[in-house]
């Protein structure tokens, strides 16, 4: 993530009232916030999914993979869409119904602010609440996203390992970090 003053950080942080924070199912409408983040290489630079460059490419998103996705959300700052949160049960060759992936995005002007960490604790209840089969939700970080693993941290998450050459992002094999929050886990408030 890019740096921050301390000073432009610690007064916008002050403004926010992450009360204001909610988190609804993505709507065709929410295609312009959407292209802040999507358009973004800053922000899609540890993502699974290239830089979007056309208006096209979001409605394609919106309605053939978050609308159908069994669990995709918005990230909403006064129901405005900010960022994107997914959770994704197994589905692998041995579907584990106790276990799902966590995945989560936001524009960068929202960088540092608290409110992805805010967004991943209510997630987390409401899917151990939505879905009784799951008792681990995952999250599996580049080794370089740094702020995405101080998320998770804040969140009650455990780093369990790093996976060395474990996914490929953007045509390079990365080691990863793999994290977990167990439904017997506390909750971090």
């Known amino acids: ?6 000073k432009s950080s610690s007064s916008e942080k002050a403004f926010l009232d992450l009360t204001e924070i909610t988190i609804r199912a993505i709507e065709l409408s929410d295609v312009d916030d959407l292209m802040l983040w999507a358009t973004d290489d800053e922000v899609t630079r540890f993502c699974t999914w290239d830089t979007y460059n056309s208006r096209n490419q979001a409605l394609d998103y919106i309605n053939n993979i978050a609308i159908p996705h069994p669990w995709s959300k918005v ?10 949160i997914s959770v994704t049960p197994n589905l ?30 209510m997630v987390v209840s409401t899917i151990f609440q939505e879905w009784s089969d799951v008792e681990r939700i995952e999250a599996i970080v580049d080794v370089d996203n740094k702020g995405s693993q101080r998320v998770l941290e804040k969140c009650g998450f455990q780093k369990e390992a790093v996976l060395r050459k474990y996914k490929q992002w953007k045509g390079k094999t990365r080691d990863c970090a793999m994290f977990s929050f167990l439904s017997t886990d506390l909750q971090v408030d």
């Open 75 to 84: 990230i909403c700052l006064k129901n405005r869409a900010i960022g994107a």
């Open 92 to 121: 692998g060759i041995i579907q584990d119904k106790c276990r799902a992936e966590l995945g989560y995005v936001l524009a960068r002007k929202y960088w540092g602010k608290g409110i992805v960490t805010r967004a991943v604790k």
């Open 1 to 6: 993530m890019a740096e921050k003053s301390p």
